[in-house]
């Protein structure tokens, strides 16, 4: 297998595997329903892995969204790389010829096509499976509000767990990151739910040349990872009806948190989003 994709860990078969659990429960579950079913990988690649560590090759989410028994009536990738979406085309037309004629490759951000592919879908008729796969921040907070205003898409998102973390300095100083984090998570909520006041304030820190922030306090990082996970997941619930509350944390060798795999369904329905969830959860609990 030759491919110019390399990266990820031993988590990233644990993410496809979670993940193309899914699609086959959910193209089965969709089967007999009137709406037409659509697949949108935001983060494609090229269909092939190899782990940066060089210890594995994976089949990656496009190849194994397009190989599924049970077929959507259409796909849309999106990939940044021009040569990664040309890779993933040639993919397309040399293993899956049969099926060319309902995909599209963009080469492009994720941000801007995925908006572009919502415009073009009347969501009344279609039911949406999408996979938000970025190696670190890319995703913006309005591209989930406009994922959750279609009201048809289920959602799996990779959150970009440690560049979050590092962006949050114990000492307080995260002007650099302010503009980054609020693109993230939406808004400035989390300076008041990851810092407080620091209680070591002195006497010094009230002169002029002292390193305080502008109204005189000084802050210091009051979170772990499961208030930094129970806040990512709060957040996804302020625009989606149904989050899961078991995401699984993927961890590198040292044991630190590196990424948060979330699901979150955009539908109304009750009904929809009980079956989605207890499939999502079911595969989160156990596999
Ligand atoms: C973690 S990989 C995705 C892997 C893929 N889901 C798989 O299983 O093979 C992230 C991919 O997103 C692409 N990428 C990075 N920034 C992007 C952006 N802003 N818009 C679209 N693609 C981007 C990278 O080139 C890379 O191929």
């Known amino acids: 297998m030759v491919t110019s994709q390399k990266f990820g860990g031993k988590w990233?078969?644990?993410k496809l595997n979670i993940f193309t659990s899914y699609l086959e429960a959910y193209l089965?579950?969709?089967?007999?329903?009137?709406?037409?079913?659509?697949y949108i990988d935001a983060f494609a690649g090229t269909g092939e892995i190899e782990t940066s560590d060089g210890e594995q090759y994976l089949v990656g989410s496009a190849k194994r969204a397009l190989a599924a028994d049970r077929k959507f009536d259409r796909y849309y990738f999106i990939e940044g790389d021009e040569k990664k979406a040309a890779e993933l085309r040639e993919v397309v037309n040399t293993e899956f010829p049969y099926?060319?004629?309902?995909?599209t490759v963009y080469c492009g951000d994720a941000n801007d096509k995925l908006a572009q592919i919502i415009r073009d879908?009347?969501?009344?008729?279609n039911r949406g499976l999408l996979f938000l796969d970025p190696y670190a921040t890319q995703v913006n907070w309005t591209t989930l509000e406009t994922v959750a205003r279609t009201k048809s898409i289920d959602v799996w998102y990779l959150f970009p767990f440690s560049a979050l973390n590092r962006m949050l300095p114990k000492n307080g100083k995260y002007e650099t990151w302010e503009n980054c984090i609020d693109r993230l998570l939406g808004d400035d909520g989390w300076q008041t739910e990851f810092y407080k006041e620091d209680p070591q304030m002195s006497l010094f820190d009230l002169l002029p040349d002292s390193e305080t922030s502008n109204n005189g306090t000084r802050k210091v990082k009051d979170s772990n990872t499961d208030?930094?996970?129970d806040y990512i997941i709060s957040r996804l619930g302020t625009i989606f009806p149904c989050v899961s509350k078991h995401p699984r944390i993927f961890r590198n060798s040292r044991n630190s948190p590196m990424f948060l795999f979330c699901f979150a369904i955009s539908s109304e329905s009750p009904k929809a989003q009980r079956l989605a969830l207890r499939i999502a959860d079911h595969i989160l609990k156990n596999k």
């Open 12 to 14: 990233t078969e644990e």
């Open 227 to 229: 208030h930094i996970k």
């Open 99 to 103: 099926l060319s004629r309902i995909v």
């Open 121 to 125: 879908v009347d969501w009344r008729y």
């Open 28 to 38: 089965i579950a969709l089967q007999n329903q009137k709406f037409k079913k659509i």
